[in-house]
């Protein structure tokens, strides 16, 4: 049966319900891991509100820092920033000025074609084009106005959350279906042949365009025709919003690092590529080293902390850092502690640079009584400019 002012098929409580349980068991694996390791199920956002005063360690099941310890808060840390970095919508502005619901409703049209939005990268106006004929005539009858329903629902809620193109992608999945279905119920064939054509052309433009993807074309080409290794490639920073990345190191630890091996990630959020376990802040979370510094009762107990953690190595991103600007925040006392663990606690073990913006390296934890080598020391907090 069907509900005659919506054209809406009914919907049972038992198949809601399964649809329901459906969509929590495909996102409970994320929720359940970061649970167990985090203690938060939404890490790396969050974390202010289930892991106070912990770091990256105490999460994932070290002993607890210094119990005492309390830090100054840091404006761009903890997951109020997160609004800012995802271009959080000011849904008070588009309730109460004309200015912010003109803004809200340009937002289709700028997210499909406005030249400057780098997070679409110009999607063009096909699903604008088409949309009209989603509204009017949305194809499969009742499951079809179903699926428009479901749509609208995601999307209105989400779009008064954030104006970045990248939340609201997944939408496009089901409206494809949607814009598919309402273009080939068109009784008229002179139309659905038209419509056809037109996105049997757009699909090949971005065929092509996948091909041959501007701006990086030629390293796209170099690595497909052999000219230049993967490595070569991912361990070389060609874009000025990314500038670099540390493959040449990780590379290093999986080929020379024991399997046992854990590793302190500095600079980088990301353990791409690694095989081994680590450590690692998130963006806006109070960098690991930074805590022990400040909070960790001096140099020793920092190396202290960290082996009885399992950590044996600290890989470090200079330009991840520089990027982020995660720079590291010590009191006076941290200051002190942290130089005296960096010189009498750590040797470089390897390094990678190419002037200006790419510096990773790796460092070695020495072991309680260990002596470190002068020609291995590297000022972690230095310009990264190499002789």
């Known amino acids: 049966s069907s509900d005659l ?12 319900g399964l649809a329901l349980g459906i969509a929590v068991l495909m996102v409970s694996p994320w929720l359940i891991r970061n649970l167990s390791f985090y203690g938060d199920p939404a890490y790396p956002y969050l974390t202010e509100g289930y892991a106070q005063g912990g770091d990256g360690l105490s999460r994932t099941g070290c002993a607890e820092t210094a119990p005492a310890c309390r830090l100054a808060p840091r404006p761009d840390k903890g997951w ?42 110009e999607m063009g106006p096909l699903f604008l084009i088409l949309l009209p004929l989603a509204l009017v005539r949305p194809g499969g009858a009742g499951a079809g106005r179903l699926l428009a329903v479901l749509l609208l629902g995601a999307w209105l809620p989400l779009s008064l959350m954030s104006e970045m193109p990248r939340f609201l992608m997944p939408q496009f999945a089901g409206l494809s279906f949607l814009l598919a279905s309402s273009v080939m119920s068109l009784r008229s064939g002179w139309l659905r042949g038209g419509l056809l054509a037109l996105v049997a052309v757009v699909a090949g433009v971005v065929a092509l365009l996948g091909l041959h993807p501007p701006p990086y074309a030629g390293g796209f080409w170099d690595v497909v025709s052999g000219r230049t290794s993967e490595e070569a490639f991912l361990s070389r920073g060609i874009d000025a919003l990314y500038p670099g990345n540390p ?141």
């Not at 002012?5 to 809601?16: C, F, H, N, V, Y």
């Not at 849904?91 to 289709?108: M, N, Q, W």
């Not at 700028?110 to 400057?116: I, R």
């Open 5 to 16: 002012r919506l054209g809406l098929p009914e919907i049972r409580p038992r198949e809601a």
């Open 80 to 121: 109020r920033n997160l609004s800012i970095d995802a271009r959080a919508r000011d849904v008070r502005a588009v309730f109460t000025s004309i200015d912010g619901l003109i803004r809200y409703l340009e937002h289709p049209w700028t997210f499909a074609v406005k030249a400057a939005n780098v997070h679409a990268d």
């Open 247 to 387: 493959h040449s190191s990780v590379m290093f630890i999986n080929e020379s690092a024991p399997a046992d091996a854990r590793v302190l990630m500095v600079g980088d959020l990301r353990g791409l590529y690694l095989k081994r376990r680590f450590y690692a802040s998130g963006q806006f979370d109070v960098d690991i080293l930074e805590r022990l510094a400040n909070c960790g009762g001096g140099p020793e107990a920092m190396r202290s902390r960290l082996t009885s953690c399992g950590v044996t190595h600290i890989l470090v991103n200079r330009a991840e850092l520089q990027r982020l600007r995660l720079g590291l925040r010590f009191t006076l006392e941290g200051a002190a502690a942290f130089n005296a663990f960096w010189r009498s606690g750590t040797e470089k073990v390897f390094d990678d640079f190419a002037y200006p913006d790419h510096w990773t390296a790796v460092f070695r934890l020495l072991k309680e009584g260990e002596k470190p080598d002068p020609a291995k020391a590297e000022d972690l907090l230095g310009t990264g400019r190499r002789p």
